[in-house]
């Protein structure tokens, strides 16, 4: 299933050379970034955390490219995601860090909330009650701040109902299961 897009992403990397203007270069790349993204995520969706690493690693390179700061916090939320699944919390909390930069610089509030929400997760993986729920409570305030007509494609699933309570669930028992070790 991966090698079609796989495929479609080197072909697509042909037209960025191709580009003759900067507003059509960075249009370009940023397909090739999200589809990158995308690709990373399949990878990480079957196991593959190298190649979903590798890339999330081009998909950031892309992004950046192209001056698009809210993808580059999504592929940074990303890469994050793939570091929590390897029990990697403080490499995930550096990646989460690093994409409020960019969700800051791009004025998203929605991948900002999803960025916090998943910092939660990686202090409950360290043991952190305290900073887990000051994430939490920053996500529920970005949340409550979103104009969900300009929300990405990429950051609109994370708002599907029970999202982040589910998430908070998840993140109490990560704490709970983490204290009793």
Partial sequence: MLDPAIGLLR???GFLAKCCDRTSSAAMATALADL??????ACYDVGQ??????YSALALSYARSADADSLVASILYVL???SLFERRPREALRMFQLGQISAQDAANRGESARLYANEAWAHAMSGNSQLMHDALARADHEID?????????????FFSAGELP???VRQS???AATASL
């Fill in 166 to 168: 589910g998430g908070c």
């Fill in 145 to 157: 701040s979103i104009d969900r007509g300009r929300l990405d494609p990429w950051t609109t699933v």
């Fill in 80 to 82: 994050g995601r793939v």
């Fill in 36 to 41: 990158s993204r995308l690709i990373g995520w």
């Fill in 49 to 54: 955390l190298a190649r979903a690493r590798q």
């Fill in 173 to 175: 028992g990560v704490r």
């Fill in 11 to 13: 072909w697509g990397s």
